[in-house]
Structures are given as structure tokens and as C-alpha cells.
């Protein structure tokens, strides 16, 4: 079988998050934490040892490390390190062109700010701005429903000049992907109840009337300036609804004429809906799939399976690589190798089965990993 060699593809990383600000972790079991979407304390402590993805990334920061394929070996040598400079070293190893960093979590005191990211790791880094994080702060500042959504749109006002490459939505962690379109009296209803519960010590935004008529607002405002939108589709903790995390969910937005100029990605490469997500970027000019090699954390034959799934179906200028790395560096540094190398046996299989010329699936890896990210998000 032809086997691509991207490993000297420099990646535009174009959905992770900060890494914390302090690195050191009090015993294994806080570390391995940091590998797992549960929030059970008994995952971390008895179960993330054996999952695929972590078997992976122990053998391979040995490997990077010069130690033993153990974990302890592993945790001691990376916590022996001072913790940026270990970070540093692994996110140089990673080849990183640009990082782009959804700043709405962790909280921006806890982590790294975003021109520091970048310098760490001799990149560039730019920062996407959160839609439900700006809505809570507005409303908390806003007495209407009117004026909330005035706000809004004010503060959506040139995106790009206040330095965002790209806005946000976790909805499918709210209230789901069904984004509609709302009777007046209902999301001034939901507004009221919002107002409420803010008053009783809770602003989180759950509200789906309120949250869907003020992502509306947002879009209109993305469609007009052609700033990309990135959504949270699939694969989160236990706090999303996954049967409302289906990506088809989306459709009520997506056939907006007046939204066409807004281009959607579909965050996680849907995961498990890959073939729903590379079916919309399929179908929709404006519909990007992004694949992330981090989190979701999967062993390699999903990865290699859900690559295979996105080449299938969508075109290859509309796949996005990522990581989807957060807190520690070892997830931006391990996506980026197993991105090439998965996304390079996925292509040259497509080679070895004469639906792809070598020089083409070369140039179709290269676009995946970085210059799609490039054009799509204006950088440089
Ligand atoms: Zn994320």
C-alpha cells in the first residue's frame, strides 16, 4: 500500500483550547484526568488507565521522554520537568504553523494567555471568541430582551478588527443543535425565566427560546462580515445531550439563504456522526468538517475509521485538521502526530485503490493539515 509521508506538514490546529498555567499534577490520577470526558471521579482513578487512547499516549511520551513504557516511568520523567518548558518542547515537536484558541474554557485566568501560547511554542496563536460565554455577560448587563439583543449585535461588530478569527457555539451542550426560530412572546418569556434563575445565583445560559433567538442574532451578524462559525457537534462530556448533538440538527440554520455567507464548522468531525457531518460539508457550500485527533480520545483504527468515513463522502478542501487540545500540552503535541500519520494512511490508501494520484493525495493532505485552515480563517 502507498503510504503518504506528511510528518513534515507544519498544521494549522484550528480548534484547541489554553493549557494551564501550572503543569504540575499532584499524582497520576490528576494527570490522567486530563485524558477523559468523564467527570466520575472512578473513571481517572480505575478505567482511563486502559482505554486505547492513553495506552497510545504513554508508549509514545516514553518514547519522547527516553524512559520506560509505564506509566509511572512516564508521569515521573514528565513531572521531573520544569512545566513550560516541557511544554514548549513538545509543542515545538509538534510543528504547529498557527493555533487557533477557543478562549471561553478553561477560564482565562487558569491558562496561558493566547500571544504567550503561540510563543511557547514558536507559532502563531489566535484567539476564537465564545458566543454563549459574550450572551451571559450581556444579559447580566441588559434589563430587555431588546436591549440584550442590541448589545449583541453591537458587539458583534467587526469581528475580525478586535481580533477574532472565528466565533463559537457550545448550543449543543445547552439546549441542542435544533436551533429555531422563536414566537416573540416565547423568548421574552424564556428571558424573564433566564433573569430569574440569574437573580437565584445561576447565569448559565439553558434557556433554549432565549439562547436560540440570540444565536440568530450572532449569525446574521457572522453571515455579513463571512466570519466562520465553529460548532460543538458529537463527542463532550456528560453534560451534553449526544441525540441532540446529531449535526443534521443544524438543518433549520443551514437553509438560511440569508446565512449562506456565514461558513459553519462542524467541530470533532461529529464524532460519532462523522458520516451525518461529511455529508453536510457534502451538500452545503458553506459547511466545513473539522477532524480532531486529540479528543475525541480514540484508538488508532477509529481514528484511521472516521478519516476514512470524512474522505469518503466530503470533499478534501472542506476538512479542517485540529486537536482539540486542553489543559495539557501532550493533547495538541499527540494529535499532531497522529493526525499525519492516520490522515497519511487514509490517503494512501485511496492511492493504492487509483482514486487518488500520489501528487494529488500529497497536496490533499497538505490542505487538510494547514492551507484550508489558512484560506478559511484569513490567517496571514
Ligand atoms: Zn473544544
Known sequence: MEKLDLTSVPVVDNHCHGIFLDQGFEDIASWRGAF?????????????????????L??????????????????AARSEKEGREFAATLLHAANIDTLLVDTGFPPPRDVLPVPDFGKLGGCGAEPMLRLEVL??????????????????????????????????????????????????????????????????????????????????????????QEVPVQFHVGYGDADTDMLLGNPL??????????????????????????????????????????????IPLLGYGEMLAFTRAALGVAPASKLMYSSDGIVVPELHWISALDGRRVLGEALGEMVSRAELALPEAETAGENILRTNARRLYGLG
Not at 38 to 55: K, L, Q
Not at 58 to 75: D, I, K, S, Y
Not at 152 to 178: C, F, M
Open 36 to 56: 477523559t470526558e468523564s467527570t466520575d471521579p472512578g473513571m481517572a482513578r480505575d478505567h482511563v488507565a486502559t482505554t486505547a487512547f492513553y495506552r497510545r
Open 58 to 75: 504513554t508508549r509514545t511520551l516514553a518514547g519522547f521522554l527516553g524512559c520506560e513504557p509505564e506509566e509511572q516511568a512516564v508521569f
Open 135 to 224: 450572551m451571559e455577560r450581556l444579559l447580566g448587563e441588559n434589563d430587555s430582551l431588546t436591549g440584550t439583543g442590541e448589545a449583541l449585535d453591537a458587539a458583534l461588530d467587526d469581528v475580525r478588527a478586535q481580533g477574532y478569527v472565528a466565533l463559537k457555539s457550545i448550543a449543543a451542550y445547552r439546549t441542542g443543535l435544533d436551533i429555531r426560530e422563536w414566537p416573540r412572546d416565547e423568548a421574552e418569556d424564556s428571558f424573564r425565566e433566564y433573569k430569574r434563575d440569574a437573580e437565584a445565583g445561576s447565569a448559565r445560559l439553558v434557556h433554549k427560546p432565549l439562547l436560540d433567538t440570540l444565536l440568530h442574532v450572532a449569525f446574521a451578524r457572522a453571515a455579513r
Open 249 to 294: 440538527y443544524l438543518r433549520g440554520v443551514l437553509q438560511r439563504p440569508d446565512y449562506r455567507g456565514m461558513p459553519v464548522v462542524l467541530l470533532h468531525e461529529c464524532y460519532p456522526y462523522t458520516r451525518q457531518g461529511g455529508y453536510l460539508a457534502a451538500v452545503y457550500e458553506n459547511v466545513y468538517l473539522d477532524l480532531s485527533y486529540g
